[in-house]
């Protein structure tokens, strides 16, 4: 019974989070600067077509900017390392874990087996999260050299627009990174029980909403 739970917890709070994406989604395609990341996303292209444009006069901002950007996500990419040995050294101690874990937990189970699945899960959700920070590194290394060539010598593949949509694309892995952190955590309180990983989504999504919405956009 207590599997059933933890299983109906799962699928409601994967419900809930679908829900309000696509409910984003829609909000977006009425108002495509409701959310920060559409701003975010022209605020990078503009500026990348500003430094390509004064060549030779914002070569050593354009350079320190890049350099604060890919620190921050190989810090990240190196929390996802430690978070992932910490789940993994978990994993190991399921017997023990699952029942001192679950001193809370009323209706879910204390089952090993299940404990072990839900350390997947999390493991899983870290491991997305240091892919997407190790991508977002990946193609930063390749727009710091593109971003310093003259606009009238870069053209086709290197022109402001293309090397624009690539630090979007360095932009996109990170914001990746970062969900992947944020559903770490509705994940990592289902350790505790089926509960606590539905009422942490609830709380989750209070907060995606307030950190996805542009402050300046008309309200729904």
């Known amino acids: 019974m207590g599997i059933d739970f933890d299983v109906l917890a799962l699928l409601g709070s994967g419900s809930l989070l679908l829900i309000y994406y696509l409910l984003l989604l829609v909000r977006v395609k009425r108002d495509p600067e409701f959310t920060v990341h559409s701003i975010n996303r022209k605020a990078r292209a503009q500026w990348v077509k500003d430094v390509m444009k004064n060549y030779g006069k914002k070569d050593v901002m354009a350079v320190q900017t890049l350099r604060n950007f890919s620190m921050s996500a190989t810090f990240k990419a ?54 997407a920070f190790a991508m977002c590194l990946r193609v930063l290394n390749h727009v710091v050299f593109m971003v310093n ?8 593949s290197l022109s402001p627009v293309r090397v624009g949509q690539r630090l979007n694309s360095a932009g996109s892995f990170y914001t990746l990174g970062m969900r992947a ?32 919405r542009n402050p300046l956009a008309e309200n729904i």
């Open 149 to 156: 060539l003259p606009e009238e010598d870069a053209q086709g």
């Open 181 to 212: 952190f944020f559903l770490a955590v509705p994940l990592t309180f289902w350790l505790f029980g089926p509960l606590f990983l539905f009422l942490s989504t609830v709380g989750l999504i209070v907060a995606l909403y307030h950190l996805d």
């Open 78 to 131: 190196s929390s996802s390392i430690l978070l992932i040995l910490g789940t993994l050294t978990l994993s190991g101690q399921a017997e023990n874990m699952a029942k001192t874990w679950h001193v809370l937990d009323v209706v879910g189970s204390r089952s090993a087996d299940l404990w072990v699945l839900k350390i997947m899960c999390l493991l899983s959700v870290l491991l997305i999260a240091f892919f």
